[in-house]
């Protein structure tokens, strides 16, 4: 069964810093990797994904992930976070062609000044 | 091009009533699918819904019941609500294709049960 572990909670970090959050994830095939991100009351957006190919995928908003097969771990980083990034993060696994998505619990983030 | 359609936005139900949430996915995207989100669980899968069939189903009970009509649009229902049913309801539309699609979700329909 596929399953994802974000570790972290909630991670705080002063703005301008690096940023990692990680996710673990367990899946018997080739696994199709999300980032989302959500903020307060909202629906969420998808920041990146991993299908196939290089394993250093771009995503919007100056995000990355780089998926690891052998950890089994698709982090994100970002090199200096902004206070807009505050929000909740949710790593995500799926299928090719469906919706069937199963989420981590979500890392929450919160930027100092 | 408009995004993933909920609603309505809010919702307030007694408990033991039903309620229909509705979902106008992105035009040209044939799957739909329907998740929970609550503080304790998290994002759970409930269905997806695909050219009006159910492609895929979560671990949820019987009550939690869903459509979807030929123009791709969405309908859950929950019959029955229990207090435990307060949620945000995301739905997340699709192309569905084999090729590797991404989800795109709707703001969410925030239910709360009384």
């Known amino acids: 069964a596929q399953s994802v572990t974000q570790p972290d909670i909630h991670i705080t970090v002063s703005e301008g810093a690096s940023l990692e959050l990680r996710c673990n994830y367990s899946?018997?095939?080739?696994?199709?990797l999300f980032w989302y991100v959500q903020s307060p009351g909202q629906g969420l957006q998808l920041l990146l994904k991993?299908?196939?190919?290089?394993?250093l995928v771009q995503g919007i908003k100056g995000f990355e992930a780089e998926f690891k097969r052998s950890q089994s771990s698709f982090n994100l980083r970002k090199p200096s976070v902004h206070w807009s990034d505050a929000a909740e993060y949710f790593c995500?696994?799926?299928?090719?062609?469906?919706?069937?998505?199963?989420f981590g619990a979500g890392t929450r983030l919160t930027v100092k000044p | 091009k408009a995004g993933v359609t909920q609603t309505p936005r809010y919702l307030i139900k007694t408990r033991g009533q039903q309620v229909t949430l509705s979902c106008s996915p992105i035009?040209?995207?044939?799957?739909v699918s329907w998740y929970q989100q609550t503080p304790g669980q998290g994002l759970q899968f409930l269905f997806e819904?695909?050219?009006?069939?159910?492609?895929n189903k979560g671990n949820f009970p019987g009550r939690f019941s869903g459509r979807q009509f030929s123009n791709s649009r969405s309908e859950m229902n929950v019959s029955t609500l229990e207090l435990g049913d307060s949620a945000l309801y995301l739905c997340?539309?699709?192309?569905?294709?084999?090729?590797?699609?991404?989800?795109?979700f709707g703001q969410g329909t925030r239910l709360t049960v009384v």
């Open positions: 997340a539309s699709s192309l569905g294709k084999a090729s590797g699609t991404e989800a795109f």
């Open positions: 819904y695909f050219s009006e069939t159910q492609r």
């Open positions: 995500a696994v799926g299928a090719l062609g469906n919706n069937d998505m199963r």
């Open positions: 899946y018997g095939a080739t696994p199709y």
């Open positions: 035009s040209g995207h044939r799957s």
């Open positions: 991993y299908f196939s190919g290089d394993t």
